[in-house]
């Protein structure tokens, strides 16, 4: 294909799936700011005012940081992991394998997708938050780089999860048991400061923790982890879990017999 | 002679649980043909068709459309390829325009060109008025028809469709006949079609290929095949019905029911024979048809053949020491 097609052929894809998260909007854009904006009132207003200052902010700033990342993380990953793995229950996924578009570009807008939806969402709870608190960013230019990698590596995580499932069970079973508490344990509400040495070095070895610290302190201008390290990871991150999922591609990982 | 549509050498096909569907086929479609792939269940009709469409990977074999090898070039052949598949593959809940125009999108055609083909395709196929609403709105036929527009959106050479009219009801599979024929005729698309109508395949096919499986048993024209068919059998409505089987030098009669008679007709026998045959003892012949499509009787008597064939090189091995 031509850049030029490959363009139309990477929009086409891009498009129908903007298209099919903002038709289904009460089941995608709805429920995610509805719970965003229950954390607020209860853990940011009733329960934070009495909890006091955390690192030396407001609970409510605190936790703003970590409420958005949790709802991008969530929806990037389940948009591409219920998009694709529809496709695939219904077949409809034949309808890009005989094309000639390239496994990358297949690839590539799935996670685009995944990616709208969970910047989407989470724009729409940074908004509800401006409800609640006053939101400055020490890091502009930080922050939107962190939530976007962040976004594209579980979109990535997603589409993987869609190629190995069965069925529908399969892709609820890693963001009920997997990433909802890798997401709460990763600092969403708390610093790691507060825990014991023991569970601060067992906090570290969730991926998780990593982005909620960089990207509070694109909002805040405090971590508990080095930024550089936690920049890094997550990079590290994407470019092997695609390539993961461009090999599966090509050699047909649970999509051709 | 012009290099073939779809030229298929040694391919074969053995799935994880060590099931040989293809056994090293070898099949050449020559451009502009209306070809049918004919075989019972399973005989390895949909996995052939799947390994060319790039849906089931193969084990071996060499596979080649418009004379570009899949193995080098696959995406260079798919634009030369249109797949209509057996069952419904395209997102229910989604407009009918927006699957033809996505499928268009996958090909990288802009919307500019793609939308008036759209119109164009929709409009032949009676769905433009449909184009709006969802897809699970739409009937089994207009489900067929959809999948026949989307496969057409990026002008392919070859139009693959594995059994295009099953549950179609007869006016509608008719107009799709004429429909696919036009498209024959008129662009020079070359058609593959597996059916198990096979008076679909009579009616439609210049050539077809006989699997059972998973070889190819033969593959020849449609005329050939027909004037190698030994035995039709001849069914005679009479004006009255009879109380006994009428004996006619020659021929096998059986009584259908009362007013009905079947009559096995071997090639050089002549029907005149039968009708003096029957005149002579009083007994009138209000119509007369053949029992089944003439290539369905060479059809079963061939995959008969073949499955006799199997079992008894099946017997012969287990009675070896």
Redesign the interface.
Known sequence: ??P???A??L???VH?EI?RFT?IWPQTLLPPSITMTMYFIIFGNLIGSRIGDMDGFSYMDFIVPGLIMMAVITNSYSNVASSFF??KF???I?????????NWVILTGFVLGGMARGLGVGLIVTIVSLFFTRISMAHPILTIVVVVLTSALFSIGGFINALLADKFDDISIVPTFILTPLTYLGGVFYSISMLPALWQGVSMLNPILYMVNVFRYGFLGVSDIPVVWALSAIVAFIVVLFGIALWMLEH?KGI?? | MATPALSIRGLTKV?GNGFHALKGIDLDVQQGDFFALLGPNGAGKSTTL?VV?????KSAGQISIFGIDTDRD???A??H?G?V?Q???????EKVI?IV???A??????RSEALPRAKRLLGDLGLWDKRDGSARMLSGGMKRRLMIA?ALMHRPKLLILDEPTAGVDIELRRSMWEYLRRINREEGTTIILTTHYLEEAESLCRNVAIINHGEIIRNTSVRALLTELDTETFLFDLAAPLEAVPHIEGFEVQQVDGAQLAVMVHRGQRLNDIFAALGEQGIEVVSMRNRANRLEEMFVTMVEQGNADLARAAAAAEARP
């Open positions: 294909m031509s030029t097609q490959i139309i052929a929009w086409t894809l129908k298209k038709r529809s496709n219904q077949r409809s034949e309808e890009m394998m005989v094309s000639p578009m390239p047909g051709r017999s | 799935y799947g469409c790039s849906l089931v990977q696959f995406a260079r798919k634009y390829l797949v598949p069952e419904f593959n395209f997102n229910q809940f927006d125009l996505a499928q999108g996958y090909y990288g055609m802009p989307r």
